[in-house]
């Protein structure tokens, strides 16, 4: 497969104010392309655009609502003139057992992890087939394996899974390329920002294996597997190794991540 070249090319990147979204813009912007950065924080995502090349388009909204997934797409459309990539990266998460966790949290981390992503990716699919351009998601090793105390965030990065495994089958024909992406832990914040059973700000401690990578690595890493057209990244060490293990032996797994991580939940 012929590697993609992306000088020139329109990239719409969601929860690009900070973190990994920032890194992929950065990353994006040094390949040539011309970013369309959205987010829901108008104040940090006007401070990165400042950072960014002339023409870059800020577009402030949140992804949950469908309206704001039509008119990003629609903004991008008339800034720009096309569209070419789309980089689902806005998230959130939170840290609760389910017998702890009031419903209505679960459905707002669907909200925006699943459904922020696939009104968004519904909204841009016409623009993407014109171009024969691609679709990332950046999903987690919650994706493919369990992690205890965040059913909500597993089940949304589980459903992007069958949704984007799916949709490449549909147009891949098409030129379309759909990319997974499914990092362990980056040193992006969303652990501090996580959500707890009430929907307040989760109070546990957050646990992580195998340390955090910095965002402009992984950035790195993503841009890479996308050149070269790959449908999987597992980019570190950590979501390579869950990913084998939970597969061979998932009892194993559950077992060792249990151990893991079952002190973030432990009662005072």
Known sequence: MQERNFSGKVILITGAAGGLGAALCRCYAQAGARIAAMDLDQAKLNALVATLPEGTLAIAGNIADPAVCQNAVAQTIAHFGTLDGLVNNAGISHRSLLQDTDPSVIRRVMEVNFFGAMQLTHAALPHLISSRGMVAAISSVAGYAPLLGRTGYAASKHA???????????????????????????????????????????????????????????????????????????????????WWVSKLAPGFYARTMKRRVSAEFQKN
């Open 160 to 242: 992007l899974h069958g949704f984007f495994d799916t949709l490449r089958t549909e147009v891949a024909d098409m030129g379309v390329q759909v990319t997974l992406i499914c990092p362990s832990f980056i040193a992006t914040g969303i652990g501090a920002a996580a959500v707890g059973g009430t929907g307040a700000s989760a109070t546990s401690p957050r646990i992580t294996t195998g340390g955090e990578t910095d965002p402009a690595d992984i950035a790195e890493l993503i841009f890479n597997s996308i050149t070269q057209g790959k449908t999987l990244l597992l980019p570190d060490q950590t979501s390579r190794l869950a």
